[in-house]
């Protein structure tokens, strides 16, 4: 036992109180505690029971003569006792309830005498106590086990069932122990160990092993093994047979067993009247206590109220007390004892923090001793609990990379670590050279979770230089970005990188031809553009074989080619390609073709320069560009393209988009800045810019006053310009005369004939203006004349037949003023309005308010005014509707004939 080490960890205390003084009168023979007392059986028949304070609760005298054995049972307030009440009688059985008092003492359940031929003293008690069972075994000294059942049960009558052992040879222990529903009793001799299994029910027995022990040294451990205590060695018994055995020397006089502890009681020599006591923590191997020369003849040892009671043969009691569990590390960590403390501690279920805390000062104290490897061993039992960083400062001012990237990985193995463990785990590989290691860090086949940010160790093999293990890493596990900027950026493989995105879904693909475009179409310009092409039309990606992966194909499966022409900055032709490309397709949006469009030109400019000389032919790329001018297919923005042909100087383009977006002067003006006459008079009287021409006299404003402002000799475009003037009366003459005017080439022959042509006109127009006044002045002298008439004289009424039935009139008939005659019921309802008139009437009344209406519609007035040729014309007409009259509510100038009123007669 010298490898087992011993602490104090009881203190011992004789107990002085006046109530053991009742213990001093007479010889204890038996002794038991639970249910908070302490009971003690002595040669006189007494059952003297005690409380916490040592007062005597309870006091009997039980038997006659001895009480021998007792027990307290712990599922009841029942107490058993085992003695003699007369001399050659059979030992008595006796159950006392303690709850119940009867002449002060105890009530006496039952009564139960031992069956034998001859009395037998008893040497062994134990008692079954699970669910119904509570059933007694006895040992007696010719090797006989009596199972008595049924022994508290009020209602049914005692069974002794007798086993036999070896024949005078007396029983020195027995205990039960339950197993899977049944009861196996364990009883011990002097020199064999039995075993009787399902012994409330067909008991088998069974010899478990040669070696006996003297009385009292067995005992029952928490853990259902069967204790027998040698001189040479503690053995441990199970069902199956012995178990451990610990070399523990030392004549053992009896054990006991108190908590999580073994009792031992021995002493030094055969002959000696003192005592040894040990307590052994068998759980974390070593002696939590050692009282030496200490005892006399110890004669019972029992455990209430969390101590050990230990009596001598001189009736002392000492009272053993464990030292809390505080105390005990303290001392353990004063000797360094750390790997017992953290034994000790988990013993006593101690929370994971406390244990974590005792791991730390281990680890600190193999540290400062230069022990780095035991060190870091208990600094990776406190991951989850304490910070890493108190670890990993340690270990990078020790330089102990070995050490630190052994705490690292433990970290990362627990999933604990964050981006600057992963970091620094990696930076420790690199730094050992240790590919091997790094390999199987990060090549892990297993299907569990990563226990690293994935991020973090590609960022960290790339620093380092291990380029194939980042990309390995970042192709496992999908992280599309670093895959691609690691290949392009350190790795240069712009094929492997198409590739490698021709299999991803749309979203990825396009995502990173967006990020990655620019550098791929540098490095692989015609397989950049064939795959930009696809991703833009129909995407289908690619598996690893290279067929097509519909799995990953998506509901938008088009990019969209605008987004993608950045990336051909300085790569003009490869982007013109792409372009025709997706028009081909049929697929193009507006933006396509305005990009083409300024491809084409911006191409030329570069090859061909800016200007344009006259009678050179049109390039290439010009006739490209107005071909998707003026294709019908194209979807050009018109205004876009006009933009960009005036930046490029593409004059040709300028004038069909002028053309197609009908800006005439701006197509005048093109004519006129390249001195293009005939263009000029056939643009402005062809058929499709008639129309055009007519609505806008300004353009031929702009027109005459080109012509006329020409050195050259424009006579006979002037004269044209004034011939279609006229025709269509476009211009005032006195307009044109001060156009003419103000050009000095211009000379009053070439305008005579036209202003001598207008004067006969107007004369003309004067002459039948002045005829239609005098028609109107009569006209409406006479209708003044029948207005005052109607208002100021009779009318005479003679027609003698109905207007509208042509018979002869008769009464009641009805008369209007515009001398139509009815038959009263000829008109129906309608009596006050003339059937013939008042469709005529109506439509009066209707011009009248539509000129009522119009004379606050200003807008309009100003809006024709506007866009008339002769604004007086437009005023007068304005007039004649009233639209500059004040409204006189009072006057109504269709009374007399609205509904011209009636008489009947």
Known sequence: MFQWKTFQFFEKELVQVEGLSILEKSLITCST??????????????????????????SFQGYERMATHCQQLKSSNLLITIGDDEEAIAPTIKVWNLDKMVDHRPQLMKVVKIESPQPIPITALNVIESGEHTEIAVGTADGDVIIVKGII?????????????????????????????RFVLFASTNDKVFAFFDVLGKARKEILDDVGCKMGCSVMSDAQEFILGKKEAVYFYGTEGRGACLAFEGDKKFLAWFRSYLIVIGQETNNSKFNTVKVYDLKNRFIAGSFEHKFQNITHVVSEWGSIFILTNENKLFQLDEKDTQTKLETLFKKNLYSVAINLARSQGYDMA???????????????KGDYDGAIGQYILTIGNLEPSYVIRKFLDAQRIHNLTSYLQSLHEKGLAN????????????KLKDEKKLDEFIKNDSDAELNFEIETAIKACRQAGYYKHAIYLAKRHEQHEWYLKILLEDGKGYDEALSYISTLDFYEAENNMKKYGKTLIHARPEQTTQFLVSLCTNWVPRNEKGGEDHTKSSAKNQGNPEEYIYIYIGMTKWAIVFLENIIAKGIAANGVYTSLLDMYLSEDNEKNGRQEEKGKPMSELKKKALDLITSPQ??????????????????????????????????VQYYMDHDEYKPIIDYCIS?????????????????????????TDCKKEIGQCLQYIERHNLLPPLLVVEILSKKSAATLDMVRDYIVRKLLQENKAITEDERNIREFQEETKKMRAEIEEIKTSAKIFQSNKCTYCTSILDLPAVHFLCMHSYHLRCLGDNESECPVCAPDNRKILEMKKSLEANAVQHDQFFKQLEGSTDGFTTVAEFFGRSIFAKPNPGLNLFTSVDRPPANRY
Not at 354 to 368: A, K, P, W
Not at 635 to 649: G, P, Q, R, T, Y
Not at 695 to 710: D, E, H, M, R, T
């Open 153 to 181: 049960q009020r209602d049914r009558a005692p069974q002794q069932v007798r086993y036999s052992t070896e024949k005078h040879n007396p029983i020195t222990g027995i205990a039960f122990k339950e197993q899977n529903g």
């Open 354 to 368: 406390s244990i974590v805390d005792i791991y730390r000062r281990y680890g600190d104290y193999l540290y400062s």
């Open 419 to 430: 981006a600057d463990h992963t970091t620094l785990l990696f930076n420790c590989y690199t």
């Open 634 to 667: 194209s979807k050009l923005d018109k205004e876009e393209a006009l933009i960009i042909c005036k930046s490029h100087n593409f004059g040709q383009g300028l004038l069909d988009l002028y053309k197609k977006l009908d800006l005439s002067h701006e197509v």
């Open 33 to 58: 505690s639970g249910r908070g007392k302490i009971t003690f059986g002595d040669e006189n028949g007494f059952i003297n029971m005690f409380d916490r304070d040592f007062n005597t609760s309870i």
């Open 687 to 711: 058929d499709e810019s008639k129309v055009r021409g007519q609505n806008n006299p300004n353009l031929w404003i702009q027109v005459l006053s080109y012509f006329a402002g020409k050195e």
